[in-house]
Nanobody, 123 residues
């Protein structure tokens, strides 16, 4: 049974940093792409960043490029999202997700999801 478990969310002031973690278990993720998505109240879920489990190829939404960094530690089976220079508009629930094959921006194409972790950025 695949499990994705996020942690690391919280309340931070604008300009601050947080690091989210996503522990992945239940299968071999070789051949998968791991993504971070977020959903603010009243808004649709949106793509944030993604990384291939077996390579260092990464993708970012324009809104976070240069501020967020996605990485993974295959030995620990964990994906990270380092978030710097946080803005109030980054406030959302952040979700870790996995899909087999090539990267896609559309959250509907992801097969597995974590329960989410809340990030609140105060101004």
């Amino acid at each position: 049974q695949v499990q994705l478990v996020e942690s690391g969310g919280g309340l931070v002031q604008a300009g601050g940093s947080l690091r989210l973690s996503c522990g992945a278990s239940g299968r071999t993720f070789s051949g998968y792409v791991m993504g971070w998505f977020r959903q603010a109240p009243g808004k649709e879920r949106e793509f944030v960043a993604a990384i291939y489990w077996s390579s260092v190829t990464t993708y970012y939404a324009d809104s976070v490029k240069g501020r967020f960094t996605i990485s993974r530690d295959t030995a620990k089976s964990t994906v990270y999202l380092q978030m710097n220079s946080l803005k109030p508009e980054d406030t959302a629930d952040y979700y870790c997700a996995a899909k087999r094959g090539i990267w896609r921006r559309d959250w509907h194409e992801y097969d597995y999801w974590g329960q989410g972790t809340q990030v609140t950025v105060s101004s």
